[in-house]
């Protein structure tokens, strides 16, 4: 399973990002949980957001209400659009998909907050 990342990048406080993530490869079931982690420096990796194939989603309490996760089975992706973006949401953004033991992980992408 191949996990593509992208959508990171420098942006203001207050300010929105969109993070996108495309699965592929014959090892990826559209049945997977799909969601992104965060890796921030000298911490370790968190639950950002994640989302089943019928829609169910879990987010973390820092970021309930700021971001929305989403995905399209169709497509094999899944998008988490970041607003009211703080810089203790600068990290390092990681896709992952996950069903029946099988755990994969993208490339990380980078998210930085600061004026």
């Known amino acids: 399973v191949q996990l593509q990342a992208s959508g990171g990048g420098l942006v203001q406080p207050g300010g929105s990002l969109r993070l996108s993530c495309a699965a592929s490869?014959?090892?990826?079931?559209?049945?997977?949980?799909m969601g992104w982690y965060r890796q921030a420096a000298g911490k370790q990796r968190e639950l950002v957001a994640r989302i089943t194939r019928g829609g169910n989603t879990n987010y973390a309490d820092s970021v309930k209400g700021r971001f929305t996760i989403s995905r399209d089975n169709a497509k094999n992706t899944v998008t988490l659009q970041m607003n009211s973006l703080k810089p203790e949401d600068t990290a390092i953004y990681y896709c992952?998909?996950?069903?029946?033991?099988?755990?994969?992980w993208g490339q990380g992408t980078l998210v930085t907050v600061s004026s």
């Open positions: 490869g014959s090892r990826f079931s559209s049945n997977a949980v």
């Open positions: 992952n998909s996950y069903f029946l033991g099988d755990n994969y």
